[in-house]
């Protein structure tokens, strides 16, 4: 472009006598010489050759190139190798003489301009031209393959096409064009670098070796690494003595924690101590020691009271915590040894059942705590009038049972009145207050009367209500013809039933509607319980009694619940009221009972209405109220339920804190004549 520029200034200093065309035929050979021009012409703007002072023929191309530059009037620059290798300029310039628009056409070789750039770089260059062919267009030794691409001119051909090869089979010229690559050829490292003019087919592909450079950089890669694990290596050996008594006390605090873990405290002691502290400058790990040895002495003191736990829950496994006597589990265990070895060895034995009489108007009367001091009187009275040999345990509430082994009926006879008394002679007071106390006693022999011992504990308990039949401190020894025989059957009987209709789910509940006279209403249901019998049914009057007394009738009362709390679940409308027994009253569990199946199905408790019966209620009146105190507070109501069959005090009713109060229609029948 600057020779463009120049050439029709060459005349200035002269007067012009010529056109453009004289001025390159006077200084055609100096152009040639200075700027290493092969060709040199002169065109009109329609694209006539005016003139040619070249050394090589213009190639059939130019007439193209020229009439770009007229049309565009802007320089057209194009690399043409068919022959030799030039870079050609068609340039738009104007005649000096005649202001008439010329083209000034410029051939210039491109070999001398790569081997002065790879002189002056000190780097190898070649130009390469793409093409649509994947076939060879042409030297086919210069012909790239996988980048469809003729090298024009390369410097140092010989040395420079192989490694052109090597980087077109491992890179694409796209990626080069967007980064320079670094790679190797014949174990030498090079970094290739391409450049393609804007709207040209012919990218410049720069290439120089730079294996000292990356020699330096290994060596330096080295000398960093060895200098690295060098330092890495002496650091660690400062630190390991650094901490070599330190890391010293952790072992021993490591070897005491599976020592602690295996209840070896002794042993786990002694290497807490030698992990001494560190001297005046207390640091973590005398922190950690101290710990360590403070868990260890709690852990030894848990396992230590753990261990008196263990012996204090196996001696409530087999005994009363009120008399200490056995409980019913250990006497039972007992009895059946005895009883095993009696029956072995033909030696008979005795069972004396016994309970106190009134001792439920004593604890109503005194309260709880002169109940259990007149139950511990009674075991340590009884405990001094039998043998060592016979066995006391109290079976529960008020009810002992004596076993005496090698026992004649004679000898039992006389040990019952002996215990009578001896607890008629029992002085009890309490605050003050003085109780007589006695007790009623059943007697069963064996093997006369029983050779297994539930056989033996229910026929002498027949005997102890023959006895309190006879009136308060007697005793009775049980017979084959005892009435109660009957009854016991009787019960047993029931009892079966009952646990078959629990397990089989036979019993039934009937509603019966509650009618709000004002509001001409029903305002709840009460449901009451029925037990199934093929297709008739049994009514409550017949089952409960026997349910209570062989205490089947928490279950009953708990299936009752369950059995209301899904019906309020399945009708969202309904209230239920259900009655409760009176041993729920010393349920400690109920509670948690209703509480917990009122949240599984998600019924508010205010849908729920508890009833128990005045004479319940009256019978332990501290128990009760605490009872419906804390069914109230779970938002649950409670109902009186026959007052006025039993006591029929308004003073009882203002101590029951109930929301409801049935009135029993004898009550209501009599009130006019009472």
Known sequence: MQLAAFIPQLDAGEVRTGSLAD??????????????LQVLALYDKGGQMLGSWSSERVPPSANRWVATAAKTLEPVTEI????????????????????????????????????????AAG??????????????????????????????????????????????????????????????????????????????????LLISDISPHMTEIQKTRLFILLLSVGGFLLAALLLLWYLGRPLSRLHHLIEALPAIGEHRHH??????????????????????????GRLNDELKAAEQARARAEEHLAWLADHDPLTGLFNRRRFQAEFNRTLRQSLRHGRGGAILYFDLDDFKAINDLCGHPAGDKLLRDIAVTVQQAIRSTDLLARLGGDEFAILVPECKENEAIILAEKLLDAVARLEFSFEGQSHPVSCSIGIALFPQHGEDIETLLANADISMYQAKHTGQGHWHLFTREEEYREVLSLRSQWRKRIAEALHDDLFVLHYQPIVDTNARDIAWYEALIRMRDGDDLIYPDRFIP???????????DRWVIRRAIQQLAAHPALVLSVNLSGKVIDDPDLLGFITSALARHEVKAERLIFEIT?????????????????????????????????????????????????????????????
Not at 89 to 116: C, K, Y
Not at 630 to 637: A, K
């Open 23 to 36: 001025i390159l035929a006077r200084n055609a050979d100096l152009l040639n010489l200075e700027w290493d």
């Open 80 to 119: 043409d190798c068919r022959v030799g290798c030039l870079q050609y300029l068609a340039v738009p310039t104007m005649n000096p003489t005649a202001d008439e628009e010329r083209i000034l056409l410029l051939g210039h070789s491109i070999a001398s301009a790569v081997i002065s750039f790879s002189r």
């Open 123 to 204: 780097a190898d260059i070649a130009i390469v031209r793409s093409t649509r062919s994947a076939s060879i267009t042409g030297v086919p030794a210069q012909f790239l393959a996988p980048w469809r691409a003729q090298v024009l001119a390369v410097s140092h051909p010989r040395q420079t096409m192989p490694i052109i090869k090597t980087l077109a089979s491992h890179y694409s010229a796209e990626g080069l064009r967007s980064h320079p690559v670094i790679f190797r050829h014949d174990g030498r490292w090079y970094q290739a670098a391409l450049d393609q003019p804007p709207k040209h087919d012919v990218f410049y």
């Open 267 to 292: 042993e786990a002691k002694k290497l807490l101590q030698e992990a001494t502290p560190s001297g005046l400058r207390r640091d973590e790990i005398d922190l950690l020691n101290e710990s360590v």
């Open 546 to 556: 026997v349910a209570e007394r062989t205490g089947q009738i928490r279950e009953i």
């Open 614 to 674: 005045e004479t319940q209620a009256v019978e332990n009146t501290g128990a009760a109220v605490d009872l419906i105190r804390r069914v109230t507070e779970l938002g649950c109501r409670f109902a009186l339920d026959d007052f006025g069959s039993g006591f029929a005090s308004y003073q009882y009713l203002k101590e029951l804190p109930v929301d409801l109060v049935k009135i029993d229609g004898t009550f209501i029948r009599n009130m006019a004549m009472d």
